[in-house]
């Protein structure tokens, strides 16, 4: 099933130029992506001057920083138009391994799951990899009230792996999310709005200096983000507010 499928790798990129072409190199020895695409969000580094050396890459630039969603709105926009039919965002600071890409197309492919998260919660991947503790015990926190507001079962909602399925993401309202880090949480709150499944993988990480992380406050802002959006969706669902994101 999946040798007869389109399978895209989309990289949204900020100042990754000392970690892409590693992480490149390991998911094109997969063996099973087509395609790389790289959206450089206005890096002061060498990102795209290294983007451009490396194959089965095709490399967009915004040339004005725009932000962690704009970036993953241009990516998923341009994966589309490529005709993907498997979608896979792998961050490319390396924190995430590569080697889960063929698993978690297959189960796309396969018809399993329309979105497949690689999440650090399960078997205990977050702390023995290095996540600080304060990031972890917010990542819990989350997670908890979000399932609860959601009425949903995932270890996490808060990981930047995560594969779809083409058709899914055509039918998301993505441009109505944030262009900051809670575009993520956002995409799946649509997910469940539509009553999709989310499919879960154990996913061990890596957390050293290159890897990118945003700062204490900018955390902040992306906890009462995800918390807000949690909230917008269980009133829509409760039909008290009327939501762009959450239409019925």
Same mark, same amino acid.
């Given at each position: 099933? /999946? ?5 895209? !790798? !989309? &990289?949204?990129?900020?100042? *990754?130029?000392?970690? /892409?072409? =590693? ?12 395609? !790389? /695409? ?9 990102? !795209? ?20 969603? *704009? ?5 998923? =926009? ?10 896979? &965002?792998?961050?490319?600071?390396? %924190? ?7 698993? &978690? ?7 399993? @799951? ?20 304060? =990031? @972890? ?8 009230? %979000? ?102």
């Amino acid at each position: 099933m /999946i040798d007869s499928k389109i399978i895209v !790798v !989309v &990289m949204p990129a900020y100042n *990754a130029a000392s970690t /892409i072409r =590693r992480t490149h190199d390991e998911v094109m020895r997969q063996g099973i992506v087509d395609h !790389v /695409i790289i959206v450089d969000d206005a890096s002061h580094d060498e990102t !795209v001057q290294i983007a451009e050396e490396l194959l089965s890459t095709t490399i967009h630039i915004h040339e004005q920083n725009r932000g962690y969603g *704009a970036n993953q709105k241009s990516c998923y =926009r341009l994966a589309l138009e490529k005709g993907a039919d498997v979608i896979i &965002m792998v961050h490319p600071d390396y %924190q995430y391994t590569p080697a889960l890409i063929p698993a &978690m197309a297959s189960l796309i492919a396969n018809g399993t @799951y329309p979105c497949v998260i690689g999440s650090r919660i399960l078997g205990g991947y977050a702390l023995k990899g290095g996540m600080p503790v304060w =990031r @972890y015990a917010a990542n819990r926190f989350l997670t908890l009230v %979000q399932n609860l507001l959601y009425r949903s079962k995932l270890s996490e909602f808060h990981s930047g792996y995560r594969a779809f399925s083409s058709e899914l993401l055509a039918g998301l309202p993505l441009d109505a999310n944030s262009d900051d880090f809670v575009f993520d949480s956002q995409v799946l709150a649509e997910i469940l709005w539509q009553d999709q499944a989310i499919g879960e993988i154990s996913c061990p990480t890596r957390y050293f200096a290159e890897a990118s992380s945003i700062s204490f406050s900018r955390s902040i802002t992306y906890g009462i983000g995800c918390l807000t959006t949690a909230v917008e969706y269980r009133l829509a669902k409760w039909g008290v507010v009327r939501s762009e994101r959450f239409a019925r």
